[in-house]
């Protein structure tokens, strides 16, 4: 069993910049694929990032391609967002995902994940 710990969400003005954390407990969090989405109330989930096992390799979402960089420390057990030149538009809860089956380039389109965490609030001032 893994649990997951997102933190770092909070009211920043457009332009700032947050770091989001996700530090999992139970099992070593380099066995997965780890993968950030968003979801705003009302919305369907939105894929944010995705990263593989080593963090060799990374995903993007168009709408966060050049501003957010996904990063993980597998020592630390732990996956970082780190969200540049925020706007409005990033405002939701975050959450961060753990999957064993899941590829990297195919985190976007695929529910097959293992373990979610609560989420952490990010709220972009205008």
């Known amino acids: 069993q893994v649990q997951l710990v997102e933190s770092g969400g909070r009211l920043e003005q457009a332009g700032g910049s947050l770091r989001l954390s996700c530090t999992a407990s139970?099992?070593?969090?380099?066995?997965?694929?780890m993968t950030w989405f968003r979801q705003v109330p009302g919305k369907e989930r939105e894929f944010v990032a995705s990263?593989?096992?080593?963090?060799?390799?990374?995903y993007y979402a168009d709408s966060v391609k050049g501003r957010f960089t996904i990063s993980r420390e597998n020592a630390k057990n732990t996956v970082y967002l780190q969200m540049n030149s925020l706007k409005p538009e990033d405002t939701a809860v975050y959450y961060c995902?753990?999957?064993?089956?899941?590829?990297?380039?195919?985190?976007?389109?695929?529910?097959?994940?293992?373990?979610w965490g609560r989420g952490t609030q990010v709220t972009v001032s205008s």
């Open positions: 995902a753990a999957s064993s089956v899941v590829a990297a380039f195919a985190a976007a389109s695929s529910d097959r994940y293992n373990y």
């Open positions: 139970g099992r070593t969090l380099s066995m997965y694929v």
């Open positions: 990263i593989n096992r080593s963090g060799g390799s990374t």
